[in-house]
């Protein structure tokens, strides 16, 4: 029998096999018991048995330890870059001594003392850091105290100028004016050397000019006549260029310029000999006239100690002396028997004071009191031996 087309089912023959309607048998006892016997045991684990077990498997899971381990390592790889790169060097004393001769400062130029040392201000990083645009550099003195690093230009000895008493060299006015303008305000980097006696960084200074050229501030100077290679036996640095410097120097010597040319320059004073004086030669010249001054200085203090003790006392010779006339000339008329007596009572100043005629300083004689003229000592006067001094005599005028 044929079902109708609309009724969606098939024929006998086209039709499967009906499903199974016969209800399934259920498992043995058996196989259940075994069963919920393992899950249990499997379910269920002792209280000491958890705590003595340990499940490495957790740990070995890269999932668990690689990003703790990587949240380390980036946190402390940034700590040592920005101790090493980014931390900002205020002063000299801040300065690790392994940074010598391996590392180098970026920084700008915020004030030029000498012709061959400048105050450098840290600025780690440059512009990328942020300076210049997030990071200000400051401006006023007063902020910078204490913030700066000074830095001496290694290799070169520039013109000493007029300090401590001092003259000028020539062309010191010359080599101040060119590191002000070629560096003051500026971005430069210093490689550092040392440090010296004065607390001052010895670096080889570059500065960039015209975008990408780089200069060395230091043969810059020697070319020009505005330094010489340094001199001293000791504290030498050069970096391994000394043969540049010598060579800008001996170009610069050749040409005359700057002090080469044996003038004066600005405010420069000539040497004694008329000669060109190198900077080294001028700091002996003066230590040996330091020292000059040092050994004459204790005879000339001795002497002029010795002038004044000697005026002293021969200002207070007369002094004295006047004094003590004046006290003997007061004392004189106090005494008026003394004029009428025939032996003068003497007086102290007799021996170190001219004689002066007892005339000059007695007053005129009065016509001596009854009292007096019997012997008998004056009760208007006092002191005598009857009266005991004043207050213990009759008063004036009373008998």
């Known amino acids: 029998m044929r079902w109708p087309s609309w009724s969606g089912r098939q024929s006998d023959k086209d039709a499967g096999p009906l499903p199974d309607t016969t209800p399934q048998q259920p ?27 340990t499940d490495w498997q957790h740990y070995r899971d890269p999932s668990t330890w690689v990003p703790p381990a990587l949240a380390v390592t980036a946190a402390l790889g940034f700590s040592a870059f920005y101790r090493s790169y980014l931390r900002r060097i205020p002063t ?95 971005r430069v980097r210093a490689y550092l050397y040392r440090r010296d006696q004065y607390d001052r960084v010895v670096a080889r200074v570059v500065v960039r000019r015209f975008f990408f050229f780089k200069r060395d501030v ?13 001199e001293a036996k000791t504290g030498a640095e050069f970096g391994g260029r000394e043969a540049q410097y010598r060579i800008a120097e001996a170009r610069a010597k050749a040409k005359k310029k700057g002090l080469w040319s044996g003038g004066l320059g600005r405010n420069g004073v000539a040497a004694p000999g008329g000669g060109i004086e190198s900077p080294r030669e001028y700091k002996t010249r003066m230590a040996a006239l330091d020292a000059e001054k040092a050994t004459t200085t204790p005879a ?23 004094t003590a006339s004046t006290v003997s000339t007061a004392k004189a008329p106090a005494t008026p028997a003394a004029s009428h007596t ?58």
């Open 27 to 53: 498992e043995s006892n058996s196989s259940l018991s075994s069963f919920s016997s393992s899950s249990v045991a499997k379910q269920f684990t002792s209280w000491t048995d958890s705590l003595n077990k």
């Open 92 to 186: 000299t004393n801040h300065i690790r001594p392994s940074f010598f001769r391996k590392r180098s400062l970026l920084g700008r130029v915020t004030s030029v003392g000498d012709g061959d040392n400048f105050h450098l201000f840290h600025t780690p990083g440059g512009r990328l850091a942020g300076w210049g645009w997030l990071r200000k550099v400051p401006s006023y003195r007063k902020d910078l105290k204490g913030k700066t690093i000074p830095v001496r230009i290694a290799g070169i000895d520039a013109p000493e100028g007029a300090h401590f008493g001092r003259p000028a060299q020539p062309y010191s006015g010359e080599a101040l004016d060119f590191l002000t303008q070629y560096l003051l305000g500026r």
């Open 218 to 230: 230091g043969i810059e100077m020697l070319k020009r006549g505005l330094a010489t290679c340094y």
């Open 300 to 322: 000339t203090t001795t002497s002029t100690l010795t002038g004044s003790t000697t005026t002293a006392s021969t200002t207070t010779t007369p002094m004295s002396t006047s």
């Open 342 to 399: 025939t032996t003068p009572t003497p007086t102290p100043t007799s021996a170190t004071s001219p004689a002066k005629p007892a005339t000059t300083s007695t007053p005129t004689p009065s016509t001596p009191s009854p009292a007096a003229a019997a012997g008998r000592p004056n009760p208007g006067m006092g002191g005598g031996k009857a009266s005991g001094g004043w207050g213990k005599g009759p008063l004036p005028g009373k008998r």
